[in-house]
């Protein structure tokens, strides 16, 4: 396992597990947002201890083969759990290792939480015909058997609530403002304004959509994905950078005009937050993530028209897009989540009177 360790002595000490399927080499919103967590909750002196597919042999997962699932066993998960001895479970993905932890802690009766992170209904009928709520049943059967599920936004939480998820509880993302920032040196030499995009490069992220616009100067694509060699022989003129991290990607982005977001499926998109505090004002449809990021109106433009969102998001000044990040950081990230683990177990050792609600969000 993964384990991040405190200082000794450190005040608030406790012993967090995160178990997930999403995990190193991926590069997506899954993966930093639980590092960034990790980092924050050891910062404040707790000890953080990863479960990942690392620990095991793996399989690469049908359609797409980057991602790979953990081989793993009840006996062997159990067996890990209790050698940590934590004193809160949180599982963040639905996946292999997510079932199995989920399992085990129904068996011995242990608290854990969960997190909605992605959209498995909607990624799964984009590649084959199977109903999605199908695959909702499964998911509200996974998420209410914990002691809360944590989601990145209000829309989400309702939407979901609405579906039966129970203990729907809120927890927002953060942002690395020293590292994207719109200072940075420029390092792309192209005709202007440079509209871009970063993501993973799949039918559910909806690249198309940017991709066919009819815009001025020049369309950049940041990211990996199976369906990268398809998007360049498809959009001969668009440039595909690849996939960069850290300070070229964060150069990159101070590099640009404007971020345009074409995804519908995306629960949060935290390339949002790193556009905004890079100086790049936003483009995307009003739909859940953007909807709840631009709820004010300000540092982005939303319509079910992506041009005329583009086009208006040149307007916006970089100053404006920088101080909207500011209002996001990945410390106040952590302790939101800390609040809801202390919550969640208070609430299973003292249950409601009947009737009464807990507050979720």
Request: aromatic fraction near 8%.
């Amino acid at each position: 396992m993964d384990t991040l360790v405190a200082a000794p002595g450190d005040p608030g000490f406790s012993r967090i597990l995160i178990v997930t399927d999403a995990w190193h080499p991926q590069v997506n919103g899954v993966v930093r947002t639980l590092q960034h967590l990790a980092d924050n909750l050891v910062a404040t002196g707790n000890i953080v201890e990863f479960l990942t597919p690392q620990e095991f042999r793996t399989i690469p997962m049908p359609s797409y083969p980057d991602i790979r699932l953990a081989l793993a066993t009840p006996g062997r998960v159990g067996r890990r759990i209790e050698a940590f001895r934590p004193d809160h479970i949180h599982i963040a993905t639905e996946g292999p290792l997510g079932l199995l932890a989920r399992r085990h802690c129904l068996k011995r009766g242990l608290v854990f939480t969960t997190s909605y992170h992605t959209r498995f209904p909607e990624y799964v009928r984009a590649r084959v015909p199977i109903p999605e709520s199908w695959i909702y049943r499964r998911l509200r059967r996974f998420h209410n058997s914990g002691a809360g599920t944590l989601v990145a936004t209000p829309s989400l939480a309702k939407e979901l609530t609405a579906r039966g998820f129970e203990h729907v509880r809120l927890w927002t993302r953060g942002v690395d403002t020293e590292l994207y920032r719109p200072d940075r040196k420029p390092v792309l030499d192209l005709p202007r304004p440079i509209f871009l995009s970063v993501g993973r490069i799949a039918v559910e992220k909806n690249l198309p959509a940017f991709l066919d616009l009819d815009l001025p100067g020049s369309k950049v694509v940041v990211g990996d994905g199976p369906g990268l060699a398809s998007m360049k022989e498809r959009y001969p003129d668009a440039h595909f950078l690849g996939m960069h991290t850290g300070e070229d990607l964060a150069n990159l982005y101070a590099s640009c005009d404007v971020f345009v977001f074409p995804s519908r499926t995306d629960t949060f998109g935290i390339v949002l937050l790193e556009a905004l505090a890079s100086g790049l004002p936003v483009a995307a449809y009003n739909v859940t993530g953007p909807a709840d990021v631009f709820a004010d109106g300000i540092g982005g433009v939303l319509s079910d028209d992506l041009r005329e969102a583009a086009i208006a998001a040149l307007d916006i000044d970089r100053e404006t897009a920088r101080r909207k990040a500011s209002t996001y950081s990945w410390a106040a990230s952590a302790a939101l989540f800390m609040r809801h683990v202390r919550a969640a177990h208070v609430e299973q050792s003292a249950p409601l009177p009947a009737g009464e609600a807990a507050p979720s969000y």
